[in-house]
């Protein structure tokens, strides 16, 4: 025996090993729910993340819902992609960020008339995945009653996923979660000067 | 001036400093540039962060090439929906995880004609999108030459935007990677007995 084929038999050894174990594992997941993700982290990919499954819900014939809490532009790559296809109900509801806007009412009007749309869609078991992107900012700053979020979120249909994106996540959002993902910034081209590439970040 | 306000006031003077910030931030960055992107860490979202992107990029009229490394299954909701559309190459080109196929050989042979794909791609300034999904593995493993990788990455078009997921990033690939996010799993619906759901992970 050469000693690459020494080398491949331990692999394979090992990675039969390794197969048992995962298959195990897989065998004991075997329940079917709907699933609150959170999305959370200072790091880029929140957002795209979400419309990612998007595409993946779409790609398997599911409806889905999308409102944007902060995002005010109609120009961004995600917008002109998904609004105009057939199965997606897609609402820009933003004013900016409230350093943008800089008027905390009209915040609180804006965030508030956003939850009413994403309420509907969360009573609604014909959407099978229900994004809120950027959510987290206005259970954050209280634009929302946190309590009015929750409930609402626990109440929706059993199989309907939901999708919440945003820095900042509250406590109280992520004990409700079943996946939760901490996006952590490595590095950021931003840093190095270079500006939101379109594409990449809108 | 009643409580609400005076908070109100507070609230615009602190919003105007934070706009001015950031506004002189955002005017610095002021430069163009094909980005390397680099999902990774052990948290739900990466793939589908890259899958958001390729969504927003052709949004823009933009055209996207991806290849899946790993992956050998071609039902998944993204490639359904994606790989259909024009402005799309997609090539689903794995053989499934090492323990999966469990032959060293064979998986060597399957990353190096998958990053024939991808160097090709690499070397056409037509995309201006490159998704190499998963490719970490056949990084780290050493399946393909990481020399070859880097050379073929740093040689690309200068305004194409690259993005590389899955675990375990080698070190050689951040160094030249513009943006990194490490996705840190809080919390997964996996291992509270709930399978992979349609949709949301694949």
Known sequence: ????????????????????????????????TGILLVLTGNGKGKSSSAFGMVARA?????????VQFIKSRT??????????LPGVEWHVMGDGFTWDTQNREQDIATANAAWETASRMLADPSFD???????????????VQARRILDD??????????????RG???????IADTVTDMQPVKHAFH????AQKGVEW
Do not use: C, W
């Open 153 to 166: 979120l626990l109440a929706r249909p059993e199989m309907q996923h939901v999708v919440v994106t945003g």
């Open 1 to 32: 025996m050469n000693q690459d084929d020494g080398r491949n038999l331990r692999h394979k050894a090992r990675m039969e090993r390794k197969k048992a174990l995962i298959d195990a594992k897989i065998a004991e997941a075997d329940t079917d």
């Open 129 to 143: 995945l229900v994004v809120l992107d950027e959510m987290t900012y206005v259970m954050k700053y209280g634009y």
């Open 169 to 175: 996540a509250p406590p109280e959002l992520l004990d």
């Open 75 to 84: 120009d961004t790559g995600e917008e002109g992609f998904f609004s105009r």
């Open 58 to 66: 779409l790609g398997h014939g599911m409806k889905v819902g999308v």
């Open 192 to 195: 190095s000067g270079v500006r």
